[in-house]
């Protein structure tokens, strides 16, 4: 009796495969795309202009192809998308499936080839627009990761998350900045969220951030300086700092475990790791609420 059960759930799982590619095949569903970020840590940066020349998808049958509906090239300042702030790219139709990757094409210098007077990504330090360059050897597209699917007469929202905090980092002792993004892609119908206060900050602390790694994967050699062209806690998923109200909120987090790595700024510069928050459980489109406690946390 038991293998006729599993035959029969096996020919049961099988049909709903095959049904459910006949029901893609040929069917177009619609794509509702927008970006956000996290907070900057380099409190000297005041801007950070990204210029989107076209949209593309990645589709495993045919390659790379192209949003045709994207109505660009668009700038924007990532630094106002912040604190769960997003804005919309554009709705774009497409053929229903699954699908992993987006790719940005981007109006952006590579570096060695001069400094441009009018530079289509820069940051604006002190009032001044400062370019943002290709990291050598790079392209102009950078890709967005995340399996999302598009339903067949239906439409799955899509936020892009370019997390400036990694994205933008100096170019050794050059003072050139470039943009090397690990953007995410987030189902918004999935994203869940954690919040909470801080209580018992240290007296010397200017700035306390929070950063939320995948439950394990947070390494203490994290927080050492960084290499030359890399960024420091180059793991975390986001971040968020410190508000005027001891408050913080990590937005965008596909339901799972987190761990809450808390670390302290002195006069605008990363200083130590306070502690950690371990096992904090993110459930599709709710917020987990989670008081940190400075003087309570895990030093591990």
Request: aromatic fraction near 8%.
């Amino acid at each position: 009796m038991k293998t006729k059960i599993t035959v029969l759930s096996a020919l049961i799982v099988l049909f709903a495969l095959f049904t459910g590619c006949e029901e893609d095949s040929g069917q177009t569903g619609t794509v509702a795309l927008s970006i956000t970020d996290a907070p900057l840590d380099n409190e000297n940066i005041e801007g950070v202009y990204i210029k989107i020349n076209g949209l593309e998808y990645h589709s495993q049958d045919s390659g790379w192809k192209t949003f045709e509906g994207y109505e660009g090239p668009k700038t924007f300042n990532l630094l106002e998308l912040t604190d769960g702030m997003d804005e919309m790219l554009g709705t774009f139709e497409m053929e229903a499936g699954q699908y992993n990757q987006l790719r940005f094409m981007m109006d952006i210098p590579k570096m060695g080839g001069g400094t441009p007077s009018n530079p289509g990504c820069y940051l604006m330090i002190n009032g001044e627009k400062t370019p943002l360059f290709v990291p050598s050897g790079g392209q102009s597209g950078y890709k967005a990761v995340g399996a999302f699917r598009v339903p067949s007469n239906g439409t799955v929202e899509l936020t892009a998350d370019w997390d400036a905090r990694k994205a933008v980092v100096e170019a050794g002792a050059t003072g050139m900045y470039i943009l090397r993004p690990t953007i995410r892609l987030i189902a918004k119908g999935e994203a869940g969220s954690i919040s909470g206060g801080i209580t018992n900050i240290p007296d010397d602390a200017s700035k306390i951030i929070v950063y939320a790694y995948e439950d394990g994967d947070y390494e203490s050699a994290e927080a050492d300086e960084p290499a030359e062209e890399e960024s420091r806690f180059p793991d975390a998923v986001t971040s968020d700092e410190m508000g005027e109200d001891n408050g913080y909120k990590l937005w965008y987090l596909a339901p799972g475990t987190y761990d809450l790595v808390v670390a302290k700024n002195v006069d605008g510069s990363f200083d130590s790791v306070l502690g950690i928050v371990e096992d904090v459980e993110v459930d599709s489109k709710k917020n987990t609420n989670t008081p940190i406690d400075i003087s309570e946390l895990s030093t591990q």
